[in-house]
C-alpha cells in the first residue's frame, strides 16, 4: 500500500491519533525510542541546541487506562494477559500506553517490514512479551544488547545496590517470515592477524585455501568436474572444486597461483573478505560526542541508526520513527537516501529536526513540518459513518443493545457513532463504528470509548 504521507514529514503532536490516519501497510522500517518508564523528568540543558525540549517518563494508572484494558481484552485477550502481568500500577499504564501505539505500528508495518525497540532493563522484560503478543512470537528475530556507555561509577560515596546499567536493550521483531536482513559485516584487528597470515609477493594479506582446490574423495565421482587444466588433474574421480571457467577466472585474477615448485596454491585474500557480520552484542558504538551533541535529553548516536537502517532497508523504503526526539533517526535515514516520518509530541523536537536536517551539508531540504491529523486513503469507497446501510448492519451485529450502557433499543433510537473519535485519527470504516443510546453518545462526545467505558464504570 503506498503511503499518504509525504516523504520527509515531521509532525508535532500525539503519535497514537496521527499513526491512526497513516495508510495500512505503508512504511518499511520502525524504529522507535519511547519513553523508557524510567520514572524521570528530562529537560535539555539550558544554552544547548535543543534548550526548551522535556518530556515526562512517569505513570500512574488511571480511569481511561483501566478502560483502555477493558477495550484490549474483547479483541486482543493475549495482549491483555501480558499487560494484567504487569506487577505495579505504574508499570501497567506505561503497557497500556505501549500496547495501543504498537498496535498502530503493526497495521502501518509493511509485510516486509521490520521494527527495532529501544528500551532499557526497566521494561525491556514486559516489553517483550508485549511485541510477542502483538507481533506475533514467530516474528522475534533478535534481542540486541547495546553497550551505550564505557562506565557507569559516577564517585559516589555511598554504597552501590546494585551493578551499574550501561546498556540498552533493542527488541527487533520482523512484519513476516518475507522480512530480510543485511546485516554489517566487520573484520576485527584479530581476524586480520589470526587468518590472514601471509603476504604475497605485492604485500597483499591471503590465507591459503588450497586444501579447497580439489574435492575430497570422500564426496565420491563427480564426472563433470574430472578435466585436465594447464597440466593437472585429479588423480580422484572426485575431480575439482570449481569449473574449468571457473578456476580460469580465478587463475586470471590471481586467487589461484602455479609456484615455483610447481604445486598449485588457492589463496583467500584480505581485500575481498568481509569478516563476520555482528552478533547481538553491540560494543563498538560510542555514546554521542563532540559535534553530534544537540544536548537533547536521551539523544542516540547516528552509527546505532546507520547500523539498523542499513540492515532493515533499502534505498527509496520508507523510515518511521513515531517518537523521533532531536532527528538522529531521520538524520541517519536522510544520509543513507531513505525515506522518513517522524513524530513527536514536543514542538521543540520538531524545531530541531528542520535545523538538524537542514544543516546537514547537502540533505534534502524541503521538509513537510505539520500538526495536522492525516486522513487515510487506503480505504477505498466507503459510506459516510451515519450512512443507513451502516446502521442497519450494526443494528443486526449489535442485536439492539447500546455499546455504552448495554440496553436494548428501537433503531430509531440508536445513533452511529466512531469508536475512535475522528478528531483523533478514527475512520468511517465499518470496524470503527458502533452504536449508541443518544444519552452515552452524549456523553462520549467527541472523545474515544474508552473515555465513555470509564464515565460508565464511575457512575
Ligand atoms: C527517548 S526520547 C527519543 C530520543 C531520540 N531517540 C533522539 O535520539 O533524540 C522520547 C521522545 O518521545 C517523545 N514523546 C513522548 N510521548 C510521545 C507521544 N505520545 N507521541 C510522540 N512523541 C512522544 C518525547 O518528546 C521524546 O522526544
Not at 202 to 218: E, K, L, Q, V
Not at 308 to 337: E, M, Y
Request: hydrophobic share 35%.
Amino acid at each position: 500500500m503506498t503511503s499518504n504521507i509525504k516523504p520527509k514529514t515531521i509532525f508535532t503532536g500525539d503519535n497514537l491519533p496521527i499513526m491512526r490516519g497513516m495508510n495500512s501497510a505503508s512504511v518499511d522500517l520502525i524504529y522507535l525510542d519511547p519513553p523508557f518508564n524510567s520514572n524521570a523528568n528530562y529537560a535539555a540543558p539550558i544554552g544547548s541546541k535543543s534548550a526548551g525540549a522535556e518530556f515526562k517518563d512517569t505513570w500512574t494508572l488511571d480511569d481511561v487506562d483501566n478502560a483502555w484494558l477493558d477495550l484490549i481484552e474483547t479483541k486482543y485477550p493475549a495482549l491483555n494477559r501480558v499487560i494484567h502481568a504487569a506487577m505495579t500500577n505504574s508499570d501497567k499504564s506505561y503497557l497500556i500506553y505501549m500496547a495501543a501505539r504498537l498496535l498502530e505500528m503493526k497495521r502501518i508495518l509493511k509485510d516486509t517490514g521490520s521494527i527495532y525497540l529501544h528500551c532499557d532493563p526497566t521494561m525491556s522484560h514486559l516489553l517483550k512479551l508485549v511485541m510477542d503478543a502483538v507481533f506475533g512470537k514467530r516474528n522475534f528475530r533478535s534481542e540486541i544488547t547495546w553497550k551505550r556507555a564505557t562506565s557507569t561509577q559516577k564517585g559516589s560515596q555511598h554504597r552501590s545496590l546494585r551493578w551499574g546499567n550501561n546498556v540498552d536493550t533493542l527488541l527487533f521483531y520482523a512484519s513476516s517470515l518475507s522480512t530480510s536482513l543485511s546485516p554489517e559485516r566487520e573484520l576485527t584487528e584479530s581476524e586480520v592477524t589470526e587468518k590472514f597470515k601471509r603476504v604475497d609477493e605485492n604485500g597483499r594479506r591471503y590465507y591459503d585455501d588450497s586444501a579447497h582446490i580439489w574435492s575430497s574423495p570422500g564426496m565420491g565421482a563427480r564426472p563433470n568436474l574430472c578435466y585436465e587444466w594447464r597440466g593437472f588433474v585429479n588423480p580422484h574421480p572426485s575431480g575439482w572444486r570449481l569449473s574449468r571457467e571457473r578456476l580460469e577466472e580465478e587463475y586470471q585474477k590471481g586467487n589461484i597461483v602455479i609456484r615455483p615448485d610447481g604445486k598449485l596454491e588457492r589463496r583467500k585474500y584480505l581485500e575481498d573478505y568481509k569478516g563476520t557480520s555482528y552478533g547481538n552484542l553491540w560494543d563498538n558504538i560510542l555514546p554521542t560526542s563532540g559535534n553530534e551533541r544537540t544536548g537533547y535529553p536521551t539523544q542516540k548516536p547516528l552509527a546505532l541508526l546507520e547500523r539498523i537502517i542499513k540492515a532493515s532497508s533499502n534505498k527509496g523504503d520508507i523510515v518511521f520513527h513515531p517518537f523521533c526526539g532531536c532527528a538522529t533517526t531521520l538524520v541517519a535515514a536522510d544520509r543513507l537516501q531513505r525515506d522518513w516520518i517522524g513524530i513527536d509530541i514536543s514542538a521543540k523536537a520538531a524545531e530541531l529536526v528542520v535545523a538538524r536536517i537542514r544543516e546537514d551539508q547537502g540533505l534534502f531540504r524541503d521538509i513537510i513540518a505539520r500538526t495536522n491529523i492525516p486522513k487515510r486513503t487506503d480505504l477505498g469507497n466507503i459510506p459516510r459513518y451515519n450512512a443507513s446501510e451502516n446502521k442497519t448492519r450494526l443494528y443486526g451485529e449489535q442485536e439492539g443493545y447500546c455499546r455504552g450502557c448495554g440496553v436494548h433499543f428501537e433503531m430509531r433510537n440508536l445513533e452511529v457513532d466512531h469508536i475512535i473519535a475522528e478528531n483523533v485519527g478514527g475512520t468511517d470504516h465499518i470496524e470503527n463504528l458502533q452504536l449508541l443510546c443518544g444519552n452515552c453518545n452524549r456523553i462520549k462526545g467527541d472523545r474515544g470509548q474508552e473515555y465513555l467505558v470509564s464515565r460508565l464504570n464511575k457512575d
